[in-house]
């Protein structure tokens, strides 16, 4: 049994190895999932999308290293060019860049489309590219501001999820929401997650002057820079 300080622990032969060994455990899928998935977008995948203001997009870099990246808007913010192409606008962000860097080495992709109230997701897969195309992004235009770039994903795949997942985290339920004052503020968290990070040794000692200082910039970056 080995332990790797950057990994995880190989617990021997209780690490399911190969998919063989999956299905022994699980049993093969049923009919009705084996066959849920489309490889286009139909009139209920196209209203699903239009209806739907966030969607999490998943990718993957060229060192296969995964990212999940939240992406929200207005409903109707992804475009269905046609039914087998759809456009998301690039909104304004850190510039970390994680999702469009990863794009460009490896264009696969997932998403997974919410509507607020409804337990029921839809995913979809397929290849994406980076498009600066003019007549695309004057479209997606938000108090006359274009994005940079708009992320046209070829869909290989559309299938809608059950909604499992949603009933059991009550995740729409309003007598399950957490108070936010649980948890210290954003700019609080990473301030001290970037102190401890570079000092694991000694506990973050942080000004709290300039804790809110940065909690004032991002709050007035929230209302000058959504698009």
């Known amino acids: ?53 966030f969607l999490c997009l998943g990718t993957f870099g060229a060192d296969g290293r995964a990212d999940v990246s939240p992406r929200g808007d207005q409903p109707g913010f992804v475009q269905i060019l046609d039914d087998r192409t759809l456009a998301i606008p690039d909104r304004p962000g850190n510039n970390r860049l994680d999702s469009l860097t990863n794009i460009v080495g490896n264009p696969q992709v997932g998403m997974i489309f919410l509507i607020p109230g409804f337990e029921d997701t839809l995913r979809v897969n397929g290849k994406a590219v980076l498009t600066r195309d003019p007549a695309l992004l004057r479209t997606m235009a938000v108090n006359n501001r274009e994005p940079r770039v708009a992320i046209k994903v070829a869909v290989e795949e559309a299938f809608l999820h059950c909604a499992k997942a949603f009933k059991r985290s009550r995740l729409w339920d309003p007598a ?52």
């Open 1 to 53: 049994m080995s332990d790797d300080s950057r990994g995880i622990r190989d617990e021997g032969d209780w690490i399911i190895r190969d998919e063989a060994a999956l299905r022994a455990l699980f049993g093969e899928v049923d009919g009705g999932a084996a066959r849920k998935s489309i490889p286009f977008l139909d009139k209920h995948c196209r209203t699903f999308i239009g209806l739907a203001p």
């Open 176 to 227: 399950a929401q957490v108070d936010r004052k649980t948890m210290p503020s954003l700019v609080r968290m990473i301030m001290e997650q970037i102190a401890e990070a570079e000092n694991r040794a000694q506990p973050p000692q942080l000004d709290d002057a300039l804790v809110t200082s940065y909690e004032c910039e991002v709050e007035e970056d929230y209302r000058k820079n959504l698009y």
